[in-house]
């Protein structure tokens, strides 16, 4: 059996977040997991307000990049428990050598926060229980730590 995986921030820094009030500081969720978003349910978290524009994001966690979309700022990391996690809207300049099949770091930077489609920048993070980046979203937010990065 592989044990859960400690993962590290998508961003330097604290969450704060109304919802999720325990933890406090720097940035915000702008989009909470399970939101209501264009008639559907919004499957990730947002962080978007006080993180810096073009803020660096790494890795959560050590696991090999299983998809990597340009037009779109797109990431997803296959870890060792079998747990995947998906970023979203990274500006594609500092996503150069990112292919792939790479193996990525926990902590590494993979990218930076960005906006794609319109709308403002933000970090867009999905955590998945398994390979499939599709299915099997669970909130991120219990996974995330409580101290800065």
Request: include cysteine; glycine fraction near 16%; charge should be positive.
């Amino acid at each position: 059996m592989v044990l859960p995986i400690q993962y590290g921030k998508p961003v330097k820094g604290q969450i704060n977040d109304s919802f999720h009030p325990r933890v406090t500081g720097v940035f915000r969720v702008t989009q909470r997991f399970h939101d209501e978003r264009f008639g559907g349910k919004h499957v990730g978290i947002d962080l978007g307000n006080g993180l810096a524009d073009g803020a660096p994001v790494y890795a959560v966690a050590s696991g090999k990049i299983i998809l990597r979309r340009t037009g779109d700022g797109c990431i997803g990391i296959l870890h060792a428990d079998g747990t995947s996690t998906y970023y979203a809207h990274l500006r594609q300049p500092f996503m150069g050598g990112l292919v792939v099949g790479n193996l990525v770091a926990k902590g590494q930077q993979i990218g930076r926060k960005g906006g794609t489609g319109g709308v403002p920048e933000h970090l867009h993070f999905e955590r998945h229980s398994g390979a499939s980046l599709t299915s099997g979203h669970t909130d991120p937010w219990p996974w995330l730590p409580l101290t800065a990065l």
